[in-house]
């Protein structure tokens, strides 16, 4: 995030005395850059100028050679009668152990109260003998370098500046009295990276003077023009991304015989600490400092290490480049490289444009000979290579924001004029200037627009005032057509079309101008049949005991542990080209596929008793055609859209449900009671009920099938994987009808005793999974409508049919509903016999039947008309005989 020091921001725009990082904080949030935190002064309390009177060598018990010394802290110095340790002048004690100084030298002293960097308090001590009464300081005490092999000798340290008296407070002297701004910058304005940026944007909150930094000649001398005789730079780019060049401008200037031991000013440091930087050498903290405060990212070469020309180009196949903090990169062929050789195989990769510089050719403790280069890199082919070698520098920041293509000559010169005025260096009377730009672009905003999107009527007048306040430039106005031709700032590659200007528009105009006003709701038809539908079952379901869960829709390969046949459908999972988490990188395929894991993790922190279910999408690949992603230039055409919808695999909405332990606690009234298949059965049977269907159920799983004629309902599988990971003499299908067809829609039962070992549950757990989307397809169309109660008296029939033991219930109750007809109202299975009273393979199905007409009281002839038909329908198309 940039960090804003105020004696930074004045060098550009007129800062009132009063104004503190708070009050700096509160203009920009005006319009539109986020506070982050408000850094305090790095040292604070009393540190002042101190002249060492005395100096005394003493050598402490544990072998330690210690300076006593007394210090003229101006008024700062004992008092008479204060009980501390006496002297002839008026000073104070300190003990220093370091070595590096002697009487009448002119010190920083901390005294008690102050707090240094790293909350690092000073206060009175007696140490070594005597009462130290405050800290002769180094420079890392202070944040200012890393030295702490001696003090802080002022005259030494500064000898280009005025030492102040002793007893002078030097917290601001030494740039360590300032607080600093951190703002948040929302990635499409870039520029605000810079020192320069921001103070554009508090004059335009403010109204404050703005003298921009970036235009030729505004910090000092005006960049020559290119000429023949510069350091030579060819552009050349055979794979543009997006139809865009990875470099359309190139500056490179030389300056020579730069002194190499040349320190870099004071100043200059202490802006680039404030801003998070640490000073490297002049040359590299001139291209620091250039790029913090115009926004322009730089480069320095050692020109002595060079082979010309510098050619900018894409990498070649099996290319690497070994950056400058020692990582070796594989390189892409979108990467764009900085060469310096010609581009046969000779070639050098000095740089990885607009990311970071390579070891080869950088500056040295001993390069006298600087090349500096300020270039206008692509911001997509930037940000590509930052993040795909995951190198993420403060040039890259900028670069992928977009940068001022304007810039480079005049920040080039900046440094080039820092260079020669602090590294007594001679700059090249040469300049090369590579420039391939292309016309600014115009955007056609009519006179309404702004109206037409924020409500606050403006004036063309006060329009073209506000886009000339952002730098725009205002090219055509046409009355007629009532319409602004504006080409942007060079600044502002966000700005794109009309409405991004309507935003600055209203951005400066004051957001606070805009009316509250809401807008008339249209008339909706509320939730769909399906959202209704799926909300019914949730609920159903929560009404039954079960808790709602959600979970990510990722998951590993774990059918292996469910038991799934190597040809099950539902092993065809999508495997996603960028997951969320290597170890779950498939879609599912059914809702179990995660539910069991959730289950599994439930039990396992003590939730023995664990009924939970889940409702969402599951993908089905199986038709999907794969298709190119189109791109962002234009929308997409009905060809495209189809092209995607056939790559998009089927979705539908399911819901499954695991239960474990008890379905019923132990209590006074009775024993507990385990889950049972029943339990999640009955949840199937539940949300079909609430949502009007009627389903139909039978075994999913027999050893052997036996033909049946007239038989409607499919064939239970024989091979137990089919219905993993339920066990296979324990599960239940259940249909819905369409016309004469049966469609499968769930599995409900209980879990193999492989798959409850595999996800870590109890033995006899049970579970379900339901195709949401094929049981809501089964609705009707037209709102249930509820008949009439019969007031007429029931008659009641039971009845005992004899049938193969391998005949479903699910199977003889179809066929007693069929032959019934309207006069049957309840079927009811109450009895299951299989025994010595029948034959070997039969069992005996005991039927509960309650009969009722609409119009008129049935007769013992009507009922037992009934009974008979039933029995007749039984015995042609099941076999079944009457029990006696």
């Known amino acids: 995030m940039p960090m804003v020091p105020l004696s930074w921001l004045s060098d550009h725009v007129e800062i009132d005395p009063g104004v503190d990082a708070s009050s700096l904080a509160a203009a920009l949030v005006r319009i539109g850059l986020e506070e982050e935190e408000i850094h305090p002064a790095r040292v604070t309390g009393p540190l002042v100028v101190g002249r060492v009177l005395s100096r005394v060598e003493e050598t402490a018990s544990n072998g330690k050679v ?102 002078t407070d030097i917290v601001t002297w030494l740039g360590l009295g300032e607080e600093v701004l951190e703002i948040n910058v929302t990635p ?43 350091f030579p730079v060819r552009i050349t780019d055979d794979a543009p991304i997006r139809g865009h060049r990875g470099a359309d401008r190139f500056v490179a200037r030389v ?171 001679v700059a090249d009377d040469a300049a090369t200037d590579v420039d391939e730009r292309e016309e600014s672009p115009t955007i056609s905003l009519p006179y309404g627009e702004a109206q037409r999107l924020t409500g606050v009527s403006l004036s063309v007048d006060r329009i073209r005032e506000v886009l000339e306040l952002i730098g725009a430039t205002i090219e055509s106005a046409d009355d007629e057509a009532r319409v602004l031709t504006v080409i942007p700032p060079s600044w502002r590659p966000d700005l794109k079309a009309g409405a991004d200007l309507v935003e600055e528009i209203a951005r400066l105009d004051g957001y606070d101008n805009i009316p509250s006003v809401l807008p008339p709701a249209p008339a909706g038809r509320g939730l ?148 049972d298949w029943a339990d999640a059965l009955e949840c199937v049977r539940s949300v079909a009920r609430a949502l009007g269907v009627r389903v139909e159920v039978t075994r999913a799983w027999m050893p052997q099938v036996e033909k049946r004629r007239g038989a409607p309902m499919p064939e239970p599988a024989t091979n137990p994987a089919d219905v993993a990971p339920w066990h296979p003499g324990r599960v239940a299908r259940v249909f819905v ?13 209980e879990l193999s005793p492989s798959a409850c070992r595999a996800f870590g549950l109890p033995s006899r757990s049970v579970a379900f999974e339901l195709d949401l989307d094929a049981l809501i397809a089964s609705m009707a169309d037209e709102p249930i409508q509820v008949k009439a109660v019969s007031t007429y008296p029931l008659a009641k029939e039971d009845i005992a049919l004899v049938v193969p033991a391998d005949v479903p219930v699910s199977r003889v109750e179809q066929v007693i509903r069929k032959a019934g007809g309207a006069l049957l109202e309840r079927v009811t299975l109450f009895d299951i016999y299989e025994g010595d009273q029948v034959a070997a393979g039969s069992r005996s199905l005991a039927f509960s039947l309650r009969l009722r007409a609409a119009d008129h009281t049935l007769t013992a002839e009507e009922s037992a008309g009934v009974r008979d038909g039933i029995v007749a329908m039984a015995k042609k198309q099941l076999g079944a005989q009457l029990r006696a």
């Open 188 to 230: 499409d304005r870039g520029y605000c990276f810079s020192m320069r940026g921001v103070a554009r944007e508090y004059s335009h909150s403010t109204g404050a003077p703005f003298t921009d930094p970036g235009l030729p000649g505004a910090l000092g001398g005006c960049p020559p023009a290119a000429s023949a005789d510069g």
């Open 528 to 675: 769909t049949q399906a959202q209704k539908a799926r909300r019914i079952a949730a609920d159903v379901l929560a009404q039954s005991g079960l808790v709602e869960v959600e979970s990510y829709p990722f998951v590993s390969d774990s059918f292996d542990r469910q038991g799934l046949a190597q040809d099950d459908p539902r092993r065809h999972a999508l495997r996603m080209r960028n997951p969320m988490a290597d170890d779950a990188p498939l879609l599912r395929t059914s809702i179990l596929d995660t539910l069991l894991d959730v289950a599994g993790r439930n039990v396992s922190r003590g939730n023995e008793n664990t009924a939970v279910f889940e409702m969402g999408m599951v993908a089905r690949p199986e038709g999907t055609v794969p298709c190119e992603l189109p791109t962002a230039e234009h929308r997409p055409d009905d060809q495209t859209l189809a092209a995607l919808f056939a790559g998009t695999p089927a979705q539908p909405w399911h819901v499954g449900a695991i239960l474990t332990g008890n379905a019923h606690m132990p209590s006074v009234l009775g024993a507990s009671r385990p889950v």
């Open 737 to 749: 009808r369409a016309g004469r067809e049966l469609r499968s829609i769930a599995l409900a039962g």
């Open 66 to 167: 210690v300076n006593y010394c007394r210090v003229d802290c101006g008024e700062f110095n004992d008092a008479p009668g204060t009980g501390k340790e006496p002297s002839e002048l008026p000073s104070r004690g300190i003990i220093c152990g370091a070595h590096n100084f002697d009487v009448d030298d002119l010190v920083v002293v901390a005294l008690p109260g102050a707090v240094l960097p790293g909350d690092f308090a000073i206060a009175a001590r007696k140490t070594y003998g005597h009462i130290s009464d405050g800290m002769i300081c180094s420079a890392r005490e202070l944040g200012l370098g890393e030295d702490h092999s001696g003090i802080i000798v002022l005259p030494t340290m500064f000898p280009d500046r005025e030492i102040p008296a002793p007893g």
């Open 255 to 425: 300056v020579r015989g730069v002194n190499p031991n040349a320190p870099t000013p004071r100043w200059m440091v202490e802006r680039l600490e404030m801003a998070g930087m640490r000073s490297v050498s002049l040359a590299v903290d001139i291209t620091n400092y250039v790029m913090l405060d115009l926004g322009q990212p730089m480069h320095a070469y050692d020109l002595d290490a060079l082979e010309g020309p510098i050619v900018v180009r894409r990498a070649r196949p099996q290319e690497t480049l070994t950056t400058l903090d020692g990582q070796t990169l594989d390189l892409d062929p979108e990467d764009l490289l900085i060469t310096d050789s010609p581009e046969g195989e000779g070639s050098r990769i000095i740089g990885l444009a607009g990311v970071m510089g390579g070891q080869y050719s950088e500056v040295e403790s001993d390069t006298t000979n600087v090349l500096l280069e300020a270039a206008h890199f692509d911001s997509v082919s930037v940000a590509r290579s930052a993040r795909r070698h995951k190198l993420h520098s403060d040039a890259s920041k900028r670069f992928e924001r977009g940068t001022d293509p304007q810039l480079p000559a005049v920040a080039a010169q900046r440094a080039v004029e820092l260079l020669v005025e602090y590294g007594g260096g």
